[in-house]
């Protein structure tokens, strides 16, 4: 089997990842005189910061997802393949994926991070990710299904399991989501399931830092904190959870919170691609690349967005957060790079340009930092919205966004709330973790 492209008289791009990288700088490539190649295991580019709206069943899959052939349906010299590279040989210039080899001329390195458990097997094993729309649908199985057994169950023990909710992760992820169940818990829980008590529900947000949202302004993590208690979420901090077994998390000082509903989003670690050297590689599983994104040793392989770590950027030496903007403009400046590559003219560095991280808490609760300045509440939480909504892919989508967000902001009283169970699947009482469909 192969990806069965030919290539002919022009220099062939190869990027692997469709995410918000990979995403502008395919765009960007259009009418270069290049021919454009992306691969991608998903046929489908899906919006990363609404997963949780997923995940808390108040946003249908498809509505933060686009496919990919639709996208480039008229750009010239583009194909889209669907398959997961596999390893990587610079010295061949050609990539070995799940559907065959593939040769480059330049290979862009696009395909984000996953999910880091920082080498617990037991909580890999049983935790649910949220780093894809597949884990956050599951997700949204898992608590439902669970509310559902609840409500037929008489062991007191096993229905506080079923109900209780524990995240690990006080980022973004971590908080929004954390809000977002603690809004289903009060508007939807006592409509939907009148002969549950509802209170019985308790959420719970750890994090191993001191604060909430470390990657903002301690103004913001205050903010971000007091909206989450005041809507009844279990705030934890400087704790560490070390493990789950017989449906509990264990914290570091033995402490256990029973539960069935345990989420894990505490970190993300690189991608990691065969055959790349060891040497390549640096802090978080991230390409150590130079200030053109290039990957360290190698002309024409570059890494842009979560799996690349830049430290010649004299404002971030540590490298550039894992934002969707930071992706974005390396994109963009990585497709101008190449075409300056292909006419032989000197590259231009990268230097990003920060415009500002956001968060939301729950309806009128949300903290913004942009270059005008910091503000928290219904202000914060309005910018989110409109900033989101431009961001999303496609006329239709952005109509169901904003007419769901509109009709929840009403009533409350979407009907997303389906129960789905696809393909083969662990043992939830065995296991304490659901499998993705497959």
Known sequence: MNLNIEQGSKKRVVIVGGGFGGLELAKRLNRSGLQT???DKHNYHQFQPLIYQVASAGMEPSSISFPFRKIFQHHDNFYFRMAEVQDIFPDEQQIHTSIGDLKYDYLVLAAGATTNFYGNKNIEARAMPMKS??????????????????IT?????EKQELLNVVIVGGGATGVELAGVLAELKKTILPYDYPD??????????????????????????????QFLRSMGVNVILSKLVTDFNNHKAI????????????????????????????????RGGRCLVDQFNKVQGYENVFAIGDIALMTADKNYPNGHPQLAQVAIQQGKLLAMNIKRLKTGKRLTPFRYKDLGSMATIGRKKAVAELAIGKTQGFIAWALWLVVHLRSILGIRNKVIVLLNWMWNYANYKQSLRLIFTTGRQKNIEASGKMKEGV
């Open 196 to 225: 549950l008590d509802s209170s019985l529900m308790n959420i719970y947000l750890i994090q191993g830092n001191n604060r909430l949202l470390p990657g903002m302004a301690v103004e913001s993590s205050k903010a971000a904190e």
């Open 251 to 282: 914290l570091e000082d033995g402490s256990k919170i029973a539960t069935r509903n345990f989420i894990w989003v505490s970190g993300i670690t690189g991608v990691h691609f065969g055959n790349m050297p060891d040497e390549k590689i640096g």
């Open 37 to 39: 190649v992306l691969v």
């Open 153 to 157: 169950c008489t062991d007191r023990t």
């Open 133 to 150: 729309l597949s884990e956050a649908t599951a997700i949204r199985n898992l608590i439902l299904g669970n509310i559902e057994k609840a």
